[in-house]
């Protein structure tokens, strides 16, 4: 299961990209739990993010070049941090254009007025 969520997965399909991107230009660096745990925050509960579907993201993100990695000791663990590059910054800007116009698209569709109503 990719998520935890009071929403469809179709809904949450493939916007799990452009949440890390987001949260990663606002905060700057942040680990993996960190992120769960600030979606978590934001979307009051609505959204949970499990391992089995960050990492993955995460580790595709590090493999395109959208964001790098720092590993800090803390203690006897390593925690790996993950930040935007510069490619990761355009590719959030761009992909948040591109949420907006789609939200606007599917606004306009499901809230239309029925035009064949009002002109009878």
Known sequence: MYYCTMYS???LKGTIDMIILRLLSEHGRMYGYEICQKVKELTGG???LKDGSLYPALHKMLVD???TTEEVSIGKRVR????LTQKGN???KEKVSQLMDFLKTIESIMFEPDSKQASA
């Open 9 to 11: 997965k179709e809904l």
């Open 80 to 83: 790996k941090y993950y930040t």
């Open 46 to 48: 609505k959204i949970l």
């Open 90 to 92: 355009e590719a959030k």
């Open 65 to 67: 070049g959208t964001v």
